[in-house]
């Protein structure tokens, strides 16, 4: 009888160990996020400002160095340090498809570069100023589509809920003359299994 109730109690205790063990393990999913800096240049606005970024990020492959990423990134500028150009004031929404891949990996430090496309919804207030010394404001949107690039260090310890990114160059480039460039400090938050 103590026979039985001791092995009932270690296949309890086995079974909880087993539970414990599985809740550090992730799967391939994860929340993809970052903040940054940056400069956007397009048919008529000028800026510098902040971006932020949100998307759903899938792992592939054994050692998944490749990752798909759904993205919307956001931002807002204003022509402060800019002298040649009128008062400004815009935001942009920009719906992305990003595939990323580490290119060098070593432990858990990778050479991450970054393509994809968007799609980039930009809207504002033209202010006062300039050149010509423009004395009405008025409002205007661009809607602009284009290709992503980018080039990084990718921080992924397998144990840790969490992985980093530091990309000190993004770039889009789209129709319209569209340009931005932006820093862009990550963070992932894996999906428990």
Known sequence: MIEKKINLLI??????LKINAQENEFTRSS???GIGVGINDGIEESGLGFVYSVGYQ???GKKEKFRINPNL??????SSGITDTREQFFRITSIGMNVN????K???VSLLITS?????YSRGLFGTGGENEIRNSRYFNQLYFGGTAGIGIRINSTKSRFAYEIKPLNVQIGNKGFVLGYIMFGMDIKIKK
């Open 73 to 78: 990134l956001y931002g807002g500028f204003n």
């Open 58 to 60: 899938k792992s592939f």
């Open 106 to 108: 070593y432990k858990s």
């Open 11 to 16: 296949v309890i205790l086995l079974f909880s």
């Open 101 to 104: 891949y580490d290119l060098v």
């Open 31 to 33: 929340i993809k996020t």
């Open 116 to 120: 994809g496309g968007f799609l980039n």
